[in-house]
């Protein structure tokens, strides 16, 4: 048990924007990845593609691993075979894509969950108990420009921790230091809930406003209306918060919102 803890061998679930951030750079850094894909389309593209094209700096660098559908890998590899697996798609797919391949995670595998989104973890959990599961909350800036090639739009914090606390920390430095992604800053993370709802809170801000007034992040704090919006809606998502049982600041949640949009 102890050495499948320390192996740099996992599964990976999601292909989109920061899953393609992920998968680069963990094969940047040795580690060895099976890609899990949808369907046959999507394992097609991958093909195609060559692997995941990171694009920075004026240039791209692609990165390769293994692929297979979700079919293919349910047929070729036995029961419990899963034991380290991250799952990087968007929170309203997470349940059916773990479904796929709920027969091949081992009852004490070691997920990490690294999406946007709330009750991920509890619907997981709630169905496998027995799961080492993690959630990591990220700031990292990315978007595709093509299938599987991703450009970095802003480095971050990947805030990570074993659901819902661990004020220990000893699992949570664990699981940040056998990664050891390059490119990717990593920070184990005492009540990842809470970071989860700060997250939440930031998002609950910026994605209304510049989706209604049609501006960028940046752009949130230099056109008067919607940045005259900002307050009174972090006042009011405190007050959410609040009636969760979550204590969230409403002028912590005001500098997060400027510190992203800048």
């Not at 999601?14 to 750079?25: K, N, R, S, T, Y």
């Not at 968007?90 to 997920?111: E, G, N, P, W």
């Not at 299938?147 to 004020?167: D, H, N, S």
Request: hydrophobic share 45%.
């Amino acid at each position: 048990m102890k050495a499948n803890r320390q192996s740099k061998s996992w599964h990976f679930i999601g292909a989109g924007a920061l899953g393609c951030l992920w998968i680069h750079q963990c094969r940047a850094s040795g580690l060895d990845l099976t890609l899990l894909l949808r369907n046959e389309l999507r394992l097609a593209q991958f093909k195609r593609a060559g692997g995941v094209a990171l694009v920075q700096n004026g240039g791209a660098e692609s990165q390769t691993c293994t692929a297979l559908t979700t079919e293919q890998a349910a047929a070729l590899q036995p029961p419990q075979s899963v034991r380290q697996l991250i799952i990087c798609c968007k929170a309203q797919q997470t349940a059916a894509a773990f479904a796929a391949i709920t027969a091949l995670v081992a009852d004490d595998a070691t997920v990490l969950l690294v999406q946007n989104g709330m009750g991920v973890a509890e619907e997981l959990l709630a169905a496998r108990p027995g799961l080492r599961l993690f959630c990591g909350v990220s700031t990292d800036g990315a978007h595709l420009v093509a299938p599987f090639t991703v450009q970095r739009a802003g480095a971050g914090i990947t805030r990570i921790g074993l659901f819902p606390t661990e004020p220990t920390l000893v699992a949570s430095r664990t699981l940040c230091s056998q990664l050891g992604v390059p490119g990717l800053t990593l920070q184990p993370c005492a009540n990842i809930r809470l970071a989860q709802w700060q997250k939440l809170a930031v998002n609950a801000v910026i994605n209304p406003l510049t989706a209604l007034y049609d501006i960028s992040n940046g752009a949130l704090l230099t056109s008067a209306e919607p940045s005259a919006l900002i307050a009174p809606l972090c006042v009011e998502i405190a007050r959410v918060a609040a009636a969760e049982g979550v204590a969230l600041d409403a002028g912590s949640i005001s500098q997060d919102v400027y510190r992203v949009c800048q």
